[in-house]
């Protein structure tokens, strides 16, 4: 015992204090340098393939051990406060890891190894921790309710396992979190609507998981998300437009979900977006005219939808696109003329909607482009001379139209087709 190693040394009025304070004396002792190690290298007997931590023995000092680092408390003590292990090989267990000895960890980088079992509720003990990476590995059950309680956690992911439970509303008590990505798991129930109260939230990934239900408005609460995805789930219902707030949105994707209603949503303020993914829905109704106040988006995938009306000429303002995916509608009217001005453009798929009139001139201005499809609309006319401007394209099909004259000979000048 601690306490009776100061005893000879100290005044009888202070030992009464150390008795008051003995717990505290304990949690101190437990968490002292050498048994932080021991924790390790407990932890690390368990695992298969740890050849890449040779450095960990009991003779060294941890601070000194690949991928551990240690700090100076405030009160001069010295302990372990960053585990960085990605991409190590590592197989076996977390349950075996003594959460309770690890204590003053704020990084615990794990990403990348062959971690499996479930994530231990243990780990919420850990209550100095910043930053929880987990990424790719194989752990299975539930996210654990207990991590709630992880107060000081800014930087949370848990993506690419194959963690079945549904998303605990717990998690929004974690106020200073900027950072939560769950991508690629397959979690299931609802996306709680309590997560729109994690205010700080930069980044929210919730994609390619199972989750259903509608989008909780709530999440037009969260202001500062520059990411948001929640693609490839089982998301139905309309787009809130509480979402038209989030202004400070670069990358936004819904695709591959069943969601229904219009996109008047995008309607006006979402003008830092750079990247608009949302494919494969249900969405119905027009492109807003509004769609070309978005002049730094350079990725639009509407494709597969039930868009209706013509393709509004405002798309020209839209500068910066270089890949714009429209085709899988039931878009009406011509081509405008002003896609032309779309210089930056790469890839431009059409294809299957029901576009009429003729195929415009100024598309063969369009020098950048790869892949140019136009297949199975009623386009009519000729093909235009021009199309032998575009030097860099590989990829052209304009079939299943009505598109009449000769096939131009300057299609011979385009050798990387
Ligand atoms: C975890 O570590 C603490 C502090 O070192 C110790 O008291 C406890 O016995 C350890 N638990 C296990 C299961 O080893
Ligand atoms: C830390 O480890 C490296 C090699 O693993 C060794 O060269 C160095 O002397 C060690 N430093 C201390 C302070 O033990
Ligand atoms: C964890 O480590 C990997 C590999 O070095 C790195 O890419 C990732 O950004 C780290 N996670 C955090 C949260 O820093
Ligand atoms: C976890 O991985 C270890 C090492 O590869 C293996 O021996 C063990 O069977 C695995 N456990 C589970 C539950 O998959
Ligand atoms: C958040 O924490 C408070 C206090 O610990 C608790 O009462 C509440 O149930 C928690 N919220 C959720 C959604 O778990
Ligand atoms: C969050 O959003 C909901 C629904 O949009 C709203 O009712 C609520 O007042 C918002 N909460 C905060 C704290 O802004
Ligand atoms: C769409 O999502 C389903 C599962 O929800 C998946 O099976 C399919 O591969 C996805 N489609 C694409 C093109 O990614
Ligand atoms: C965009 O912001 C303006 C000014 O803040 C506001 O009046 C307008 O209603 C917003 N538009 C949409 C579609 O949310
Ligand atoms: C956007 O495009 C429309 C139609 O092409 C045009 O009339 C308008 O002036 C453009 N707006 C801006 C801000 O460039
Ligand atoms: C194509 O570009 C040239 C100059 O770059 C311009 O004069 C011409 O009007 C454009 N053609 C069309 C059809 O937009
Ligand atoms: C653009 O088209 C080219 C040619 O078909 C293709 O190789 C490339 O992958 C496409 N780019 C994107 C982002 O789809
Ligand atoms: C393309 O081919 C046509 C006809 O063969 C030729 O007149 C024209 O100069 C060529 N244009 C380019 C840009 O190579």
Redesign the pocket.
Known sequence: MPSQLYRSSLPANLLWLLVLLSPFLVLVTATSLGSQARALLHWKSTLQGGQLLASWNIDSRPCNWTGVACSVTRKGRLVITDVHLPDMSLAGPLDVFNFSALGSLATLNLSCNRLNGTIPPAIATLSQLVTLDLTGNLFVGRIPIEMGSMKGLQFLSLSQNQIMSSVPPSLSNLSGLTHLDLRQNKLRGVIPRELGRLEKLRFLELGDNQLSGSIPPSLGNLTRLYHLALYENQLTGSIPPQLGDLRDLVYFSLSNNSLTGTLFFILGNLTKLQYLFLWRNHLSGFIPLEI?NLIEVSNLDLSSNMLTGHIP??I??MSNLNILYLFDNELSGSI?P?IGNLLEITNLSLQMNMLGGHIPFSLCNLTKLQSLFLWKNQLSGSIPHEIGNLLEITDLSLHMNMLGGHIPFSLCNLTKL
Request: no cysteine; net charge neutral; hydrophobic share 0%.
């Open positions: 070309g000429s405002t020209g303002n405008p002003q």
